[in-house]
């Protein structure tokens, strides 16, 4: 690298040194090969299912250039990720001076947020994507260092990191509890992570996604990226028509709550996925759906099992917001 580290790369599996050879890193007993100074620790990902994960959301952002501008992470993804990780854009001061390490960073989208307040700014993403995220600092002054590798194995020495972040990830694993317990062994005491978890839905929806993602997550991410336009399509059009509906009571046995809903937002909140949202256009709309549907994993989760994690793995929990789709987390290591 052309500044000199805080936080060194060690060998995964041994968490051994590891030196530079030939574009490779190079341990005892291990060799991983470097792309553009990014290095590959996930290439022995043996797990089906995780292989899946691994090579849809590898599809997913490299294929699609969502918030890889200035311009689109401004419009696209900075308000969405915000109101996600349940904080303001003040509430990211205290990521300042820190070294940071994001979980799940993908091709990027989302690095800017931390990367631009942190003393050392590390990012890690199981899938290819990660070749993609060092363009998005191009127009900032920041050394950001990425590494494809599986969050269950992190390159990095316990104790490392003052914040871990992860928006979104750690219910895309074989275990989102033993993938929290995981990362949080690279945290500092006194150290913080932040995270976002899917939670339960009401029972129709999650059968119907459980049902949907049946029928699509064996198939190829290019015929799927066709087939969830129906999808997309229809909720465009639920949108479009404008349909407000009223449930005079709440329907209890379906978690069903009486007021009065658009229908497009209804239909999505209780029966099945289907996203649509104006911001975006029918192909970010479109991601979002296959986002959902197309992995093998995608856990939900409930506010007692996350208040049961965080006891058992003695983290102090700051906050748990509850959302729409999920839950954001913030949880002090003591």
Not at 206 to 223: C, H, M, N, Q, W
Not at 299 to 304: G, L, N, P
């Amino acid at each position: 690298m052309t500044f000199e580290r805080i936080i060194p790369w060690v060998d995964p599996f041994t968490n051994k040194p590891l030196k530079e050879e030939n574009n490779y890193l190079v341990g005892e007993n291990s060799k991983y090969p470097l792309i553009n100074q990014i290095p590959n620790f996930a290439e022995s990902v043996t797990n089906k299912e995780q292989k899946q994960v691994q090579e849809s959301f590898g599809e997913k952002w490299t294929k699609s250039d969502i918030a890889q501008s200035d311009e689109s992470y401004e419009i696209k993804m900075k308000q969405i990720a915000l109101d996600v990780m349940g904080i303001t854009e003040e509430d990211l001061k205290i990521f300042e001076n820190k070294t940071v390490l994001e979980v799940g960073c993908g091709s990027g989208g989302t690095v800017r947020m931390w990367a631009a307040k942190a003393k050392e700014f590390h990012g890690v993403d199981i899938s290819k994507a990660v070749y993609k995220a060092p363009n998005v600092l191009k127009s900032y002054e920041i050394n950001g260092v990425f590494a494809q590798a599986d969050l269950n194995n992190l390159p990095y020495e316990n104790n490392s990191f003052d914040i871990i972040v992860s928006a979104g990830v750690l219910h895309h694993t074989p275990d989102t509890k033993i993938s929290l317990k995981n990362i949080i062994t690279k945290i500092k005491p006194k150290g913080k992570c932040l995270f976002y978890i899917y939670k339960m839905k009401a029972p129709l929806r999650e059968y119907a996604d459980d049902f949907i993602r049946s029928k699509v997550s064996d198939l190829p991410y290019d015929v799927v990226w066709e087939k969830m336009k129906e999808i997309t399509t229809f909720a465009k059009s639920l949108h479009d028509q404008n349909i407000t509906i009223k449930i005079p009571e709440d329907v209890e046995v379906l978690e069903i709550k009486k007021g009065e809903y658009d229908l497009q937002r209804f239909i999505y909140q209780y029966f099945f996925k289907c996203y649509w949202n104006d911001i975006r256009d029918f192909e970010d709309s479109n991601l979002v759906n296959i986002d959902w549907y197309h992995p093998k994993f995608s856990w939900r989760h409930t506010e007692i099992e996350i208040k049961n994690w965080c006891k058992e793995f003695n983290l102090r929990i700051e906050y748990i917001k509850e959302s729409e789709s999920g839950y954001s987390c913030l949880v002090e290591k003591l």
